[in-house]
């Protein structure tokens, strides 16, 4: 039976991190395929078990610990199999650029070896977390590595801030109006957006609609779709 877990992470690392999930697959699992949409979060993922089968759009991902960004459309589709143990970190849009010193287009439709972008220390914390069992104890170990990194983070810059502020938002705001706020034109503001993020603002912000729509319809499985689609736009 496929078990899956997730936590919200502490308090001090929320400008950073969303949450963590897990999923096991035992032995005698039959196996699926899972579709990946579109998503604007960045996200760590370390493969602890039976490495599945994880399809991206641009060629199949070997890495163990692979470190992803902003997803612009469907990026592919996961062959989960049996034996298959995965721990994730879903920070916020620019958390992991923010923590490890990445520029965010450079991870943004991409999926890395995040072993090459961090130093050996990554390589560490991935064997470490494969001689856990728990999850509640991953976790614990995957804070306190992160709280030595926001020692040395990078302080956000406006546009970093301001893909996190849309993400925060579900994307239920105007550009325009984001743009004024920090005392730019539209235009320049969605030139600057685009270069630092590696897409433009308007479908960033229609990605995170997309997203907490997803999000609502887990948490609410009863709702319709056409409730669901009325309240994000």
Aim: include cysteine; glycine fraction near 6%; proline fraction near 5%.
């Amino acid at each position: 039976m496929q078990i899956i877990m997730s936590g919200l992470a502490r308090p001090e690392l929320r400008p950073y991190v969303r949450a963590y999930a897990q999923r096991v697959c035992e032995k005698d699992d039959s196996p699926f395929a899972i579709s990946v949409p579109a998503q604007v979060e960045q996200i760590l993922n370390f493969e602890l078990g039976v490495m599945p089968g994880i399809h991206h759009r641009d060629g199949l991902i070997s890495e163990v610990v692979a470190v992803g960004g902003t997803q612009t459309a469907f990026s592919g589709y996961l062959d989960v199999r049996p034996g298959v143990e995965s721990f994730a970190v879903f920070f916020q849009p620019a958390g992991w650029s923010t923590l490890f010193k990445t520029p965010i287009h450079e991870v943004t439709n991409r999926f890395m070896d995040a072993t090459t972008v961090v130093d050996s220390s990554m390589r560490l914390l991935w064997n470490r977390l494969g001689e856990i069992c728990s999850f509640e104890a991953r976790v614990q170990l995957v804070e306190e590595y992160l709280l030595r990194k926001v020692r040395s983070a990078l302080f956000p810059d406006l546009i970093a801030a301001s893909a996190n502020f849309i993400f925060k938002e579900r994307g239920a705001l105007r550009i325009a109006t984001l743009a004024g706020y920090h005392s730019f034109g539209l235009r320049q503001f969605e030139r600057r957006f685009e270069r630092e993020i590696g897409v433009s603002p308007k479908s960033f912000a229609r990605i995170a609609r997309f997203q907490s729509a997803l999000d609502a319809k887990l948490v609410a499985p009863q709702r319709t779709w056409l409730d669901i689609a009325h309240t994000f736009g």
